[in-house]
């Protein structure tokens, strides 16, 4: 048998005898995700000869199950580079507080100008760029160090590449965790 061509990038030699699809005679040489109806972080995969795979690309649809909203922020071309950051200096002598702390931008006005006016919000042990950390280990404010310590470590090994047979489409999310472990980890709310 004459070799293959390794023109098509993604084709794994020797990967699988036969295509996963029933009846196709092919050897299965490139990798698949198998469409589940929720599909949350690695998964299973399904090894599928060249036209298969050219048919699964064609009808599978990234934005499936997504909401409107959620497909325009993912398509934005800052998706991602999201942060909070301070928009003008303040010039009183007490510090400002984190705009991440607010939903609502007159709340933010409110909390700086507006003391002693109305009910005020309970200070919070962790900083904006910490709640969001905190967020991105699927924790609470409630958190200690040792739960967040759990969360990186089950996150960690289900979003690392030698985890997931070398499958690096989780690299964001794998940073996404590294980072944010690194921001808790040396936070004051757990000295």
Not at 53 to 60: D, G
Not at 70 to 96: K, L, M, T, Y
């Amino acid at each position: 048998m004459a070799s293959r061509s390794p023109k098509f990038h993604g084709r794994v030699e020797g990967a699988a005898t036969h295509c996963a699809v029933p009846g196709c005679p092919e050897p299965g040489e490139f990798r698949a995700p198998l469409t589940a109806p929720t599909f949350d972080g690695p998964g299973a995969w399904q090894w599928l000869c060249l036209e298969h795979v050219r048919q699964h690309n064609a009808r599978y649809n990234y934005f499936a199950g997504m909401s409107t909203e959620e497909i325009e922020a993912a398509q934005s071309p800052i998706a991602g580079w999201e942060r909070g950051v301070r928009a003008f200096a303040h010039g009183g002598s007490d510090p400002a507080p984190p705009w991440a702390d607010f939903s609502d931008p007159l709340e933010a006005i409110r909390g700086r100008f507006g003391r002693g006016r109305g009910p005020t919000q309970a200070p919070s042990r962790f900083s904006g760029a910490e709640k969001s950390a905190l967020g991105v280990l699927g924790l609470g404010d409630d958190a200690d160090l040792p739960a967040v310590r759990k969360a990186y470590s089950v996150l960690v090994r289900r979003y690392h590449p030698d985890r997931n047979g070398g499958d690096r489409t989780h690299e964001a999310k794998l940073r996404n965790v590294i980072d944010a472990w690194q921001t808790l980890k040396t936070a004051s709310a757990f000295a």
